[in-house]
């Protein structure tokens, strides 16, 4: 009897007990693209080099319009150059920004420092696949006019 009671509470406390995710790559394969650019942004304006480059298969394209890299060690130069630019600035930009996701394909529209001059607004394409971003593209950058409160 007590064998059975023993076993009934060691049961009821496994199904009580919250289901944690899995970690790891299987867990990262499974992200949805909407899921990668959202987590590619929150790191991004965080300037974690690391955790831009956990997003990115290890053969990713990255294309601007004065720039085109391939493959992570490309990718970890570019993102260096960026951070280490950025830090220079006295103030980081701040962004607004909406993600939306197509099948494979996630956007990015974003807008730079709304409200103050020199508002900048684009939007960034990723195709994902099995939870890397393959593909990165700056779609369009344009300045954002009468956006000066």
């Given at each position: 009897?007590?064998?059975?009671?023993?076993?009934?509470?060691?049961?009821?406390?496994?199904?009580?007990?919250?289901?944690?995710?899995?970690?790891?790559?299987?867990?990262l394969?499974?992200?949805?693209?909407?899921?990668?650019?959202?987590?590619?942004?929150?790191?991004?304006?965080?300037?974690?080099?690391?955790?831009?480059?956990?997003?990115?298969?290890?053969?990713?394209?990255?294309?601007?319009?004065?720039?085109?890299?391939?493959?992570?060690?490309?990718?970890?130069?570019?993102?260096?150059?960026?951070?280490?630019?950025?830090?220079?600035?006295?103030?980081?930009?701040?962004?607004?920004?909406?993600?939306?996701?197509?099948?494979?394909?996630?956007?990015?529209?974003?807008?730079?420092?709304?409200?103050?001059?020199?508002s900048?607004?684009?939007t960034?394409?990723?195709?994902?696949?099995?939870?890397?971003?393959?593909?990165?593209?700056?779609?369009?950058?344009?300045?954002?006019?009468?956006?000066?409160?």
């Amino acid at each position: 009897m007590k064998r059975a009671w023993l076993l009934g509470a060691i049961l009821v406390v496994a199904c009580a007990s919250p289901v944690r995710p899995q970690e790891g790559p299987a867990a990262l394969e499974a992200r949805t693209p909407e899921q990668v650019v959202k987590h590619h942004l929150a790191v991004f304006t965080q300037h974690d080099l690391e955790g831009i480059l956990s997003d990115y298969a290890d053969d990713a394209i990255f294309i601007a319009a004065k720039q085109t890299v391939q493959g992570k060690p490309a990718l970890r130069k570019m993102f260096e150059s960026f951070i280490a630019n950025s830090k220079g600035n006295a103030a980081a930009p701040a962004f607004e920004a909406t993600v939306t996701a197509e099948g494979d394909v996630g956007y990015e529209h974003w807008v730079s420092n709304p409200g103050k001059p020199g508002s900048m607004a684009g939007t960034d394409a990723f195709v994902v696949r099995h939870g890397k971003i393959v593909f990165h593209t700056v779609v369009g950058v344009h300045a954002v006019e009468g956006d000066q409160k």
